[in-house]
């Protein structure tokens, strides 16, 4: 297992001095966030100058401007798309090795009666653009990886099971699921038996406390988190998303204290 951290989290005036900074922590790696546009294009010299200089990238977050793939208008999933797409092949120009997207955020209606699709043509419509994103993945030798989200967030994929079930129906090698430790927290009954259960789709872990501050500062049984990866030979990455707590050096030097 190795630690990443998102780009947003770390001190620094260029990607190269966050890279100094993490690295001399025991990071391995920053994960990217983008919203797939021309912002991020025009990051694309910075950043292939950052991994000719010896910076990893092994991850990129989708940050989508509402638009996702579970958006009820077609426009704005046929938008969602196609910045998912730019931001794979950004990914597979820099070394990543995929591209964390969930299927909506913010999408939770209450009561869930007044959401107009049935739970199959929501499970459908996924299926398709996540598979659509899987080909093109395929093709730059990169992975779409589907992100469950809490219900007070998404209301489609909100525990690994149906990220699992998304993940058989597609049938893609080039699309996985992440686990969110956060996220888990709050809609598994047992976060370490649901890591084991469905790790056949596992592809990418983000990791923060039951606060959604940094790993160590709260309540999470981590020993166990890390002995049930260890048990599944689990060796990617887990890729700090969360809120740090006080001086961030030392915020960040806990989290590497917490998980490795």
Known sequence: ????????????????????????????????????????????????????????????????????????????????????????????????????????YGIHPIPRVTWPRTPEEDNRILADGYAELGRHAASGGVQIWIEPLNRYEDHMINRLEQAASLCDAIGLPSVGFIADLFHMGIEETNVSAALVANRRWLRHLHGADNTRAEPGSGQTNFAAIKSALQSIGYDGFVALECRLTGDPIEALRLAVMTLS
């Open 1 to 104: 297992m190795k630690l990443a951290v998102q780009e947003h989290l770390v001190p620094g005036a260029t990607m190269l001095d966050k890279w100094n900074v993490v690295s001399a922590l025991g990071y391995a790696g920053i994960e990217l966030r983008g919203k797939g546009d021309a912002e991020f294009k025009e990051r694309l010299p910075e950043l292939r100058d950052a991994v000719r200089s010896g910076v990893s990238f092994p991850s990129i977050c989708a940050t989508l401007p509402g638009v996702f793939l579970g958006s009820l208008e077609a426009d704005a999933r046929a938008d969602a798309v196609a910045r998912l797409k730019l931001l794979l092949s950004a990914a597979a120009e820099l070394g990543a090795a995929g591209v964390v997207a969930p299927a909506s």
